[in-house]
């Protein structure tokens, strides 16, 4: 079998994760997910706060809602820096040229995508909420269809699988050859992964890419482009991806012994049940591609959608309803 040749993502994360010691206490964040990355992917580290000037170890700050609005505050000396980061994140997020996915840290008040806490006063005021820190605000108001996760979600395998599939299939996407021809082999090549992620998206992909009404090629990449971020948006159902490797099977009928499907079809009852993560009858499958030189189903994305040493099986728990 043929191994995929990846782009690597452009992925901007907060800079905490794995990269500097610029928390307001002046540690930095482990995390072992981001350092397997690291080979793999192009970083784009960022620190918001230390960018907007307050400095290492630096007082901190909070998310505050007064009378209706959100400020981002900092007890010790009073003063609202919202103006500031929210500068900040507008100036930055124009200057980055491609990005391909966000890892932001959870929970902080710049950075958070979710579950930030929200205080209902500037004076010793309780938690009255949770939402989203200011710099994470803005990645999500200005990217609504590329990935955004937290480190803490990335440690449940199916959000990982569905970032990691995400990012490397944008990145392909980014570094394709802008011709009719490359574009047909894409679309055909993401068939199954279409398939699995939003059948009504592929069936659109599909229509651009045959280009009937004869548009300009800049003109039918950017339709693509839209509708494919489009496609990977949202993870897909446990149902779908079952479909999709019952399909593969199917090309499959002669040379395998009656116990290897019985052992394949209990391997995807597991992953229904959510007891092993995609990957472990996806690796099922890519081993029957191998010996049999399964030439469609070796092009399929949906059978390397990223490198396999990204491949983890460890889950957090956490997180399974999403
Ligand atoms: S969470 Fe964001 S703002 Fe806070 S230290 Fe990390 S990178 Fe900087």
Known sequence: MEKRRFIKPIVVSSKCIEFAACRWNGLMIKDDFVRQLTPFVEFRPVCPEFEIGLG???????????????????????????????????????????????????????????????????????????????????????????????????????????????????ASWRGLDKSMAALIKFQENNKLLLMAYNQKEMRILGQITANREKKKMNVVFAEYG????????????????????????????????????AHFLKTV???????????????????????????????????????EELIQVSDSGKGRDF
């Open 56 to 170: 290492i170890p630096r007082d901190p700050i909070r998310v505050v809602k007064s009378k209706g609005k959100l400020t981002l505050f900092q007890p010790a000396t009073g003063k609202d820096f919202s103006r500031q980061m929210n500068v900040f994140s507008q100036s930055y997020l124009e200057s980055l040229d491609e990005v391909d996915g966000f890892i932001l840290k959870g929970r902080s008040p710049s950075c958070g995508i979710k579950d930030v806490k929200i205080y209902g006063g500037i004076d010793k005021a309780p938690v009255t909420g949770k939402g989203t820190g200011f710099f994470g605000q803005a990645v999500i108001d200005r990217y609504p269809d590329l990935p955004v996760e937290d480190e803490g979600r990335l440690t449940n395998f199916r959000i990982r699988e569905h970032f990691l599939t995400q990012i490397f299939a944008l």
């Open 226 to 261: 839209i509708h494919l971020k489009r496609a990977l948006t949202t993870t897909p159902r446990v149902s779908s991806n079952v479909n999709v490797l019952t399909h593969a099977l199917g090309y499959f009928k002669t040379g395998l012994q009656g116990a290897e499907k």
């Open 269 to 307: 009852d597991k992953y229904r049940e959510g007891k092993i993560p995609l990957s472990v009858p996806i690796g099922i499958i890519n081993s029957w591609i191998a010996r049999f030189g399964q030439e469609y189903l070796s092009g399929q994305t949906y059978f390397q959608p990223y490198p």
